[in-house]
């Protein structure tokens, strides 16, 4: 059983050992918007509607309690929860990784010199996405929360140590390494809490949780939640689940998950490295005594391109109508999208650029307009993976690819073409939670080796690169050129 807790909804499903999903449920819940910038989740309606998925996709299937191996976590990373210990009560509403409340203060510990420190301990950038800032915002803010995280009656958590805490009835209260390395406090190196980094944002080290392998039996969910008690064998962040659903265990190994965003992390097994492109150093996972790491970067803006299309501009009128206009025409027509609606992420790192539209001539119409949109989603991935290659100084030699957007076959035929490797894409289209799933399944002894879990992908689809380095060389430099004029323009 996995548990896929994410920014928007919660999920429950239950796979098989083939890695089939026989049962599923899904359910939204409330987002909470109180300031501009600012988002937050309420943690009891999170627990509670993870609670009702659960029990729905086993009802739906008539699955008896007992027959569930084992329950595997994976959630939205970096959003931070502080809830009493004693009563179990949320401090206040869960700080979201999106929520950039903490900008100031991340800007003026930055200016005071701690960007090296901290990138050299966590791998990191400094940055409000991260949840070491926002524990320091409730402390500093909410009334009383400084004297009792003091005085050990209040405890944080990333959401994986939030469902753990509510499911064990708080006889649990650990998280992962996946998680911890997202939280800006966890030294990656020594794979303990830093604690200089405790000191810089004035944390007291007991609020913390113990930090355990990504799949191991942390404890037991309580009988009464689920009907049995259900050994809870994996926690693991998100984007690391998918890496880990996807198989990409041999370092050098790559995914990308087109949604909203892009994210893309390449495996480099049990080494560090230090990123000179704005990419992020963080844990994969800790699994059989070993611990993996990964290069990560993100694209901003992505799936929501296509979302503005349809819903900003009016060119198309759902998703899967950008692929067929794409596709009628043979190219861009010299049309270049810089879809910098909220900065330009890795490599270039730069919050202030916006997006442009360059190359308009008389002849360009919607669908080059369109297909620009989608070349766009594939040039930033290429651009990641090219600083991923250079810092890791590994070569890859495929992607694989999950999320909404990998539906689209001009997408990938496309990525495939500029980046010059074949794409794979599994026709499992739950990679996260069947990573989290898989990873469960493996520390309680239901699959004896990760070997098994490549046969749970099931059938990989290869999209093979159709253009020659030359025209792979003129487009991306084409794609350079329009995002030098956005970087130029944020500049000034
Ligand atoms: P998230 O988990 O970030 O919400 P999803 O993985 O559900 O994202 O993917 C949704 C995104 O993918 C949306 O931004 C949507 O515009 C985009 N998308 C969905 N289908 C297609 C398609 N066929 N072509 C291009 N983009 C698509």
Known sequence: MAFDQGTTSCRCIIFDRGGDAVSAAQQE???????????????????ETQLSVAREAMRKRSIPPDSIAALGITNQRETTVMWDRDTGEPLCNAIVWQCRRTAEYCEKLKDSGYEAMVKDRTGLLIDPYFSASKIHWILENVPNARSMAESGKTLFGTIDSWLIWKLT????????????SRTMLFNIRELKWDSALLDVFEIPDRILPDVIPSGHVCGYADAEHLGAELPIAAAIGDQQASLFGLCCFPAGSAKCTYGTGCFVLMNTGSKIDVSGSN??????????????YALEGSVFSAGSVVQWLRDGLGVIGSSPESESLALSVPDANGVYFVPAFTGLGAPWWEPRATGTISGLTRSAGREHIVRAALESIAFQTADVLRAMSKDSKCEIDSLRVDGGAAENRFLLQFQADILGVPIEKSSRLESTAFGAAAMAGLAAGYFESKDELYACLGENEIIYPAIGESERESRVSGWHRAVGSVLAAAEK
Do not use: C, Y
């Not at 819940?29 to 627990?47: K, L, N, T, Y």
């Not at 009835?169 to 996946?178: L, P, Q, Y």
């Not at 990419?279 to 993996?292: K, P, Q």
């Open 29 to 47: 819940f409330s987002q909470s918007f109180p300031r501009a910038g600012w988002v937050e989740h309420d943690p009891m309606e999170i627990w």
């Open 169 to 180: 009835k708080g006889r649990a209260h650990v998280t992962d390494v996946s998680n911890a």
């Open 279 to 292: 990419l992020l150093s963080t844990i994969a996972w800790r699994t059989g005594g070993r611990t993996e």
